[in-house]
């Protein structure tokens, strides 16, 4: 794995880098090295230095505040823990639980993931017509909560887990 994760001079993970930016970062002093591989090195024909896998930036860098998370399709399958809001069973497809012909819009709040049986089920029909109910209700995400959660849900390095879990509390 050749990413390493940026974070902000107050310890605020900030995003993923690739490993040539991360080095640049270091060689820069941009940033310094707090969790590095053990006995793995970074050389080149005059330097050597630790293979680096969270680093913080040197200065605070100031991030737009954004109140929502942005709502994308894989958004909301990892919402929902790619389980379906009808059934229970493995969810891969999205449903408008107000169907968009009926006057539902596209939001964190209608639209859930769905298996695909349930899908064609359902097509355009609303729940008190079929007599079903939701397991669980969709929510609109915290942005901050969210991006961590997109962070881990990947394969992560396991010095990442000590600076994530730390803002994620």
Not at 99 to 126: E, I, V
Not at 141 to 154: E, G, V
């Amino acid at each position: 794995m050749n990413r390493v994760l940026l974070l902000n001079a107050t310890y605020e993970p900030i995003c993923t880098v690739a490993m040539s930016r991360a080095i640049a970062l270091l060689l820069q002093g941009k940033a310094q090295a707090l969790a590095c591989r053990p006995g793995e090195v970074v050389r080149s024909a005059s330097e050597s230095i630790d293979y680096p896998t969270v680093i913080r930036l040197e200065r605070y860098i100031r991030l737009p505040y954004r109140r929502s998370a942005p709502l994308t399709r894989n958004g909301v399958l990892q919402r929902d823990n790619h389980t379906c809001i009808y059934c229970g069973r493995d969810g891969r497809t999205i449903d408008h639980i107000i169907p968009r012909s009926r006057g539902g819009d596209s939001s964190w709040l209608n639209l859930a993931a769905c298996c695909q049986k349930c899908n064609n089920k359902k097509g355009d029909s609303l729940l008190a017509e079929l007599g079903w109910r939701l397991r669980f209700s969709p929510h609109e995400p915290d942005y901050r909560t969210f991006y961590i959660s997109k962070l881990t849900a990947r394969r992560i390095e396991p010095a990442w887990s000590e600076w994530l879990s730390l803002k994620a509390a």
